[in-house]
């Protein structure tokens, strides 16, 4: 039987961080009504820390988009890789040279650092995005002068 901190079948490279029985360790929630508190987000850099959802790591979104939402500036210089996954409805991803339309139950697309990109809800849609690492710049309601990198002057379509 493996010691009281390791899980059944542990093995020696496994740490447990906290007690099982410590809520703090196990989170649960509503993804539509708790990203709506945070323009979509879920998990990321943007989430105190002492929120067991803040991760410097990755980043994820629940995105629900009205049909004609769209990104108001494109994302460029962007430094993290990203994968976004059509839940319902049908969504639109911009790309310089190249459009990407997401229209069944998911459909995917993945795009890589120093991709620039903008999106457009072609239908009512909830997306769900994950980037990767969660670092601060791209959020498109700072004031222009504040950005750090990303969202200049472009229409999304």
């Known amino acids: 039987m493996p010691p009281a901190d390791q899980p059944p079948g542990g093995h020696d490279n496994c740490i447990s961080l906290t007690p099982v029985n410590d809520d703090s360790t196990i989170y649960t929630g ?44 494109w994302a460029t210089a962007e430094k993290r890789t990203a994968l976004l996954v059509l839940i319902s409805g049908r969504f639109r991803l911009e790309f310089p040279g ?45 004031p222009e002068g504040q950005l750090e990198a990303g969202a200049v002057g472009r229409s999304a379509l």
């Open 98 to 142: 190249r459009t990407v339309v997401l229209a069944e139950q998911g459909d995917y697309v993945l795009w890589g650092r120093g991709v620039d990109h903008s999106w457009y809800a072609e239908e009512d849609a909830v997306v769900l995005t994950v980037r990767w690492p969660s670092i601060p710049g791209y959020r498109v309601d700072e």
């Open 30 to 73: 509503k993804a539509t009504p708790d990203a709506a508190a945070d323009r979509g987000w879920l998990l990321g850099h943007f989430k105190d820390p002492s929120d067991p959802r803040h991760s410097e790591d990755v980043e994820i979104k629940w995105g629900v988009h009205p049909e004609g939402d769209e990104r108001e500036r």
